[in-house]
């Protein structure tokens, strides 16, 4: 069986170690018109054999936050502040041939859709003996055999006969576990998966997140999981930050923060939630639009679809503050 400990990247001491810190992240877009303040402010950190669940609706800037991390933001974005530290390193401080070591190898990311990132022309041995031998410097044989030991991993059946097959002949939930087996063939200390699940179907996607989970229990990886579902985060997070609109609004212990969700927004995205035991016509949404980020609503974000928002809301930001063991970013608060 392969073993994660063939090298000491995941050595733990007696105290989890933070493995990735992200302070006060600003990363805009801007065009003729606007500046687009897809993450503005945002600062997290994950620690080794942690999962930290970022969770928000569609446009509120979470891969942004990702695509940051791994230093992939092409133009017309860019970072224009914050530090990323990962394992006392600062990555904005990187070059671009160290960042290129670095992804794919030490932090590495799985995406929504596992039939876009494959590469349709080539069998599944080959696209998984790529990074193998660029990053490690492996041979074409060598390569193959790990290859066949991560299909076992992800739990793939038949290795020897998947490995030469064409990303077309295995069904969406076999692609993504190929996907997560390239994401972990160098052993990374970070996995960042951004909505790896959405694409699939219920039973699959469960699969998939007690694939994750075994991952990290097994390995220690650390992992940042990107969903818009607040249900897959209270299935699979350690921490979870709740994003709007490109900033945080509320972050923390995943079981404190959700059994007391403090934030109206929070509150909105659990009522929001499927529930398994109850018969329902159509799922309740949150009233209002995810306002537009080139106009964006003055004072807090979320105040035009807040029942709870006054004027205060309305004219200023609240900070992200400590409150009943979590952070949250609201004005009323206090007062829930
Ligand atoms: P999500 O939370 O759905 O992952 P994203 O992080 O992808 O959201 O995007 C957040 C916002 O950033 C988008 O709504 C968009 O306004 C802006 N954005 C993202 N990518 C680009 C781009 N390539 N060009 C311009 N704006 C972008
Ligand atoms: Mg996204």
Not at 25 to 38: G, M, R
Not at 179 to 202: F, G, Q, R
Not at 263 to 274: E, F, G, K, V
Request: one cysteine or more.
């Amino acid at each position: 069986m392969y073993s994660m400990s063939d090298n000491n990247k995941h050595d733990v001491g007696s105290e989890p170690q933070t493995i990735l810190t992200i302070s006060d992240l600003c990363t805009y877009f801007s065009n003729d018109d606007a500046v687009i303040k897809a993450v503005d402010g945002v600062s997290l950190s994950v620690k080794k054999g942690e999962i930290l669940g970022i969770v928000g609706e569609s446009g509120s800037g979470k891969s942004v936050t990702a695509l940051s991390i791994m230093k992939l933001i092409r133009w017309p974005g860019k970072i224009v502040q914050g530090k990323i530290l990962f394992d006392g390193k600062d990555l904005m401080q990187c070059k671009r041939g160290t960042m290129r070591s670095i992804r794919g190898n030490r932090i590495s990311m799985i995406f929504q859709d596992p039939s876009t990132s494959l590469n349709p022309s080539l069998t599944i041995g080959e696209q998984m003996s790529e990074s193998l031998k660029y990053h490690l410097g492996m041979k074409r044989a060598k390569a193959w055999e790990r290859a066949k030991k991560l299909l076992d991993i992800v739990h793939i059946p038949h290795p020897d006969e998947r490995l030469k097959q064409y990303p077309h002949q295995l069904s969406g939930g076999m692609r993504q576990r190929v996907m997560i087996a390239i994401a972990l063939s160098c052993n990374p200390e970070l996995l960042i998966a951004d909505e790896p699940t959405t694409a699939l179907d219920v039973t699959i996607q469960s699969q998939i997140l007690d694939l994750i989970m075994e991952l990290r229990d097994k390995y220690g990886t650390a992992i940042i999981f990107i969903t818009h579902d607040i249900g897959v985060i209270a299935e699979i997070a350690d921490k979870v930050a709740v994003m709007y609109c490109g900033k945080i609004l509320a972050y923390g212990d995943t079981q404190t923060v959700l059994t007391r969700p403090i934030h109206p927004y929070l509150s909105a995205l659990i009522q929001a939630m499927p529930k398994l035991d109850v018969e329902e016509d159509r799922l309740e949404s949150i009233p209002g639009i995810v306002p537009n980020l080139k106009h964006l609503p003055k004072g807090c974000h979320f105040s035009p679809r807040c029942h709870l928002a006054d004027e205060k809301c309305r004219n200023e930001m609240p900070a992200l503050e400590q409150t009943d063991n979590y952070l949250t970013r609201c004005w009323a608060a206090s007062s829930i």
